[in-house]
């Protein structure tokens, strides 16, 4: 139920951790900006297309991360936060609307979505907080809003070029994932303090699950969406199932007893800090796998270009490290055994060019596989887990 705006507006400790309708709603809208940068992706699958399409979705991904960010600190039934969350939905169409244009002298619209996303957030805030005197968190809000504001002078001066000037773009996502690390530092007002990152609740870790489950589900709605628009054969179909089987794969890969993960580093404040750097490579994993499916579908039968062998096994290697990462930077469990099963799509390299896409990407499944059934791939998911402490 929406209260109304006389709510205070920091969440409780003892409040509901369960998502709202609003929040789910909301990580659907970004997901749909995920599947065009797939679509992208797989349209045009070189290096320089590659290095776009990680730009955009880091943005689009920052965009979400602080947002539920946002939600996790603040409470989602106040309004103000739930105009936030609209707010960012509209920047993610936005941003999602202009991917295929920006190289066609659309990349303002684009621009003005992200940083208008971030400066709107951070002023509904400011002014809300401002008046129920809430200054810790005013001062809080403040700190993210500059650093926004200072990239967003980067944003819209690349984007006032003919062609987009990536240069100033690059230092613009620096400067947004740089400060996030530094805890915000900010003039006169120092970084944000550890123990608010301490203040992590179930919330937090539940959004990044459902986020993930959302965003795995492009693995297999992109190439569906390929078979749909062209001719229903037998090998398409069987493309098709493979990639509804790595997708499984990896979402057991992530999910099997994440939560666990989550909730015993979230004493420490660490999963808020690391969770959306090692989660973004995840993101990068889906969108490439979900690209490569794409172009399987289209064509399973033949050799396999090159491009296309950087898809069909980067894609779920990048989603294995980025859960590598996180494991590791939560707690003080090196998973070996997932990083040993890398290897193993790895050594058909030098025959995979002359296989049929169809059969290079059964042998990823087939690697994916061996992190579920090989004995003791998931003990560094198990209760008791020793956390890192925070570093000043």
Known sequence: MTTGGTGALVRRPDGSTRATLLELLFDVVFVASLALTSTLLAERHTWSTATMVLLMLTAIWWTWSVTATTTEFYDPQQRPIQAILMVAMVGSVGMGASLPKIASGHALVFAVAYVGTHVIRGFILITSLHQQRHRLAEIRATRFLFWFL????????????????????????????????????????????????????????????????????????????????????????????????VMLLLWQIYVFRAGELLEAGARAGRPARVAPYTHLVMLAGVVGTAASFDLVVARPTGTTPVGWLLLIMGGPALFVIGRVLFTLLVSMLVPWR???????????????????????????????????????????????????????
Not at 187 to 196: E, K, S, W
Not at 369 to 374: G, M, Y
């Open 338 to 392: 997932r990083m040993l099963c890398l290897i193993l799509p790895l050594l058909t390299l030098p025959w995979a060019g002359r296989w049929p896409p169809l059969l290079v990407t059964t042998s990823v499944a087939l690697g994916l596989a061996a992190h579920i059934l090989l004995p003791g791939a998931a003990r560094e998911t198990t209760p008791g887990l020793r956390v890192r402490q925070p570093d000043d």
């Open 150 to 245: 200072v990239s967003g002078v980067f944003w819209i001066a690349g984007a006032l070029f003919d062609t987009v000037n990536w240069t100033l773009w690059s230092i613009a996502i620096a400067i947004d994932l740089v400060s996030a690390a530094a805890r915000y530092p900010t003039p006169g007002l120092g970084r944000v303090p550890f123990d608010q990152y301490e203040r992590t609740t179930a919330h937090l870790g539940e959004r990044y699950q459902q986020f993930v489950i959302l965003a795995l589900g492009d693995i297999i709605l992109v190439p569906t969406l390929q078979v749909s628009r062209g001719e229903f054969t037998g090998l398409r179909v069987a493309a098709l199932f493979c990639a509804f089987a």
